[in-house]
T-cell receptor, first 111, second 114 residues
Framework: KNEVEQSPQNLTAQEGEFITINCSYSVGISALHWLQQHPGGGIVSLFMLSSGKKKHGRLIATINIQEKHSSLHITASHPRDSAVYICAVGVYGGATNKLIFGTGTLLAVQP | EPEVTQTPSHQVTQMGQEVILRCVPISNHLYFYWYRQILGQKVEFLVSFYNNEISEKSEIFDDQFSVERPDGSNFTLKIRSTKLEDSAMYFC????????????FGPGTRLLVL
């Protein structure tokens, strides 16, 4: 069983739509991360959160620690939002907190 | 804005050859990581490094792999005898301190083993 599960795996939306990507995890975590990966492969950190909600521009991330669940929302989606969105959890291990990644959600926003 | 850099961006090698992947973490960061992503699969943790020693390593990180921080700026991943299944994108990451800080990722090195 995967320690980090994301849904959906693929998502196609029309420009302007409200988008939600879900993430569930089964391990104890230090924090949950939402990352963005573009076709070239580079990974960019969007959010790191351990409780509540964070907002950055049109992106909103929430986490429910008791339910081990997080959501990433994109409001007023735009074609430039098209990318793979990855949920990853930080887990304790020695002095460092490695990340365990989900499989990602491929988002395509059509104009 | 400071960023993590990796070289080379692409490397093609023959099976059995040694490869060294180089990373320059952000200056003043203390924690360093290598991850890999096989094409079409999720990103996987390989190893973390702190205070000049390996802090944690995954099952993937066997005796064929090693990491070094030879000077104050570089962080290298060496694969001694590459296998076909080592073909992947390798990401380096760093962060300034322990808990409460995100990891900053480099652009990756795409390794192809023939």
């Amino acid at each position: 069983k995967n320690e980090v599960e994301q849904s959906p795996q693929n998502l196609t939306a029309q420009e302007g739509e409200f988008i939600t990507i879900n993430c569930s995890y089964s391990v104890g975590i230090s924090a949950l991360h939402w990352l963005q990966q573009h076709p070239g492969g580079g990974i960019v950190s969007l959010f790191m959160l351990s409780s509540g909600k964070k907002k950055h521009g049109r992106l909103i991330a929430t986490i429910n620690i008791q339910e081990k669940h997080s959501s990433l929302h994109i409001t007023a989606s735009h074609p430039r939002d098209s990318a793979v969105y990855i949920c990853a959890v930080g887990v304790y291990g020695g002095a460092t907190n490695k990340l365990i990644f989900g499989t990602g959600t491929l988002l395509a926003v059509q104009p | 804005e400071p960023e993590v850099t990796q070289t080379p961006s692409h490397q093609v090698t023959q099976m059995g050859q040694e490869v060294i992947l180089r990373c320059v973490p952000i200056s003043n960061h203390l924690y360093f990581y290598w991850y890999r992503q096989i094409l079409g699969q999720k990103v996987e943790f390989l190893v973390s490094f702190y205070n000049n020693e390996i802090s944690e390593k995954s099952e993937i990180f066997d005796d064929q792999f090693s990491v070094e921080r030879p000077d104050g700026s570089n962080f290298t991943l060496k694969i001694r005898s590459t296998k076909l299944e080592d073909s992947a994108m390798y990401f380096c990451a760093s962060k300034p301190r322990g808990e409460g800080w995100p990891q900053y990722f480099g652009p990756g090195t795409r390794l192809l083993v023939l």
